[in-house]
């Protein structure tokens, strides 16, 4: 395919990478943010097993930058997220939540501290712009917030650390996990971060001009031809095996990080003001309703790109629904994430799913994806 099936009006927003992307034959994307993420170029399995080997570069664009600066910068970052962001060093990122007075969840973005009062929430696919300006002008705080002309591509896979010192230089392999540093490639400003959403470790280049997209894909291409570099994307086998949630299908506005399996990035008691202790701390106390639980589904792999699929208890009651779902060569199973009454939700749990009428069983696993106890 040598064209996206799209119309590619203004509201379509162009990633400074799709040129690249569209000349390596992806042939299928997804909508975030208002902008195409390539997620498949061969196939999910084929791009699996580069992966845990080699190294790859994908076009994230699409998680764009939500810049807050100004005075009341920290304070407005830690009225929206229930993280303690007075913690987090310039220089550093952290993974947060972000949640509304209800404790549903907005958004989970990476937050970086590009200095005292000035960060970028490094989001999800959700309309974080708009929801941070309307409660900075609500509050009249002193910050500016709007989206800057920064595209990360990431850089990920185990070849990643050698790649990154054959082009940006050996300093590179002493960025520490969600820290970043200021660099120049192509003569255009970027930022270095050792982040990105895969498990098999690598960067993320937070590019700050539009219009060098080619040539910073091309200096990175040429560089990792000898470290066997591919396109690639965001991999839905990987995630799942690594626990990698995602807004949207994992989680969305009606989950909290209760339910969401989010609960070790809170700081309920921190010091500073946030909108959602209340409804946190309540939610708390009583226990979250919906538990979203690792799901090993028996039998053969079930490959549908759709796995919105029912789960049952005992005598066929309705318990949830699955979120995700992967056949894992690793563990040979078809293993899924699913939202599950919390009655239904512990270790050992035996449940049904309904695949598309298929009807299989189904077992709650731990992170690890491996067995309960006996
Ligand atoms: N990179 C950047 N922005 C992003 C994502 C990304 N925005 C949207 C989405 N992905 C945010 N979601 C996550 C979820 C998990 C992680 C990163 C982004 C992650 N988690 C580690 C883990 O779970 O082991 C560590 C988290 C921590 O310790 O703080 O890496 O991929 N730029």
Not at 280 to 295: E, M, Q
Not at 342 to 350: F, I, K, N, P, T
Request: glycine share 8%; proline share 5%.
């Amino acid at each position: 395919m040598s064209t996206l099936p799209m119309i590619l009006s203004r509201r379509l927003r162009p990633s400074p990478y799709e040129q690249r992307v569209i000349e390596n034959g992806a042939s299928a994307f997804t909508l975030y943010n208002k902008m195409t993420l390539p997620l498949i170029y061969d196939s999910y399995e084929t791009a699996y097993e580069h992966l845990c080997e080699h190294v790859q570069i994908w076009d994230v664009a699409c998680e764009r930058q939500v810049e807050i600066v100004g005075p009341d910068a920290l304070r407005l970052v830690e009225l929206i997220t229930p993280r303690d962001m007075s913690k987090c060093a310039v220089g550093q990122g952290k993974y947060a939540p972000l949640c509304d007075e209800n404790g549903g969840i907005i958004n989970d973005p990476i937050i970086l501290r590009l200095a005292v009062d000035r960060f970028w929430l490094s989001i999800a696919d959700s309309d974080v712009n708009l929801w941070v300006k309307g409660v900075a002008y609500g509050r009249g705080f002193d910050v500016k917030v709007f989206e800057p002309d920064v595209s990360p591509l990431a850089i990920q896979g185990p070849k990643a650390d050698d790649l990154m010192a054959d082009v940006v230089g050996e300093h590179t392999r002493d960025i520490r996990f969600f820290w970043f540093i200021d660099e120049t490639i192509a003569g255009t400003p970027v930022k270095i971060a050792r982040s990105g959403w895969s498990g098999k470790g690598g960067f993320e280049v937070y590019l700050q001009d539009g219009s060098k997209g080619n040539a910073l894909w091309d200096i990175f291409w040429e560089a990792g031809q000898k470290y066997n570099l591919r396109a690639g994307a965001p991999n839905l086998i990987e995630r799942v095996e690594t626990g990698l949630k995602s807004y949207g299908a994992d989680m969305t506005i009606d989950s909290n990080p209760f339910e969401a399996a989010l609960e070790k990035y809170l700081d309920l008691d921190k010091k500073a003001e946030y909108m959602s202790r209340d409804a946190l701390a309540r939610i708390k106390k009583n226990g979250p309703a919906r538990r979203l639980v690792n799901l090993v589904i028996d039998g053969g792999p079930l490959g549908s790109m759709r796995s919105d699929w029912a789960v049952r208890g005992e005598r066929d009651k309705n318990v949830g629904m699955v979120t995700s779902q992967a056949w894992s060569p690793r563990f040979e199973a078809n293993i899924a994430f699913a939202i599950i009454d919390s009655s239904y939700a512990d270790v050992g749990s035996v449940l049904s799913v309904n695949a598309d009428g298929d009807l299989r069983k189904a077992t709650v696993r731990n992170e690890k994806w491996q067995s309960a106890p006996a």
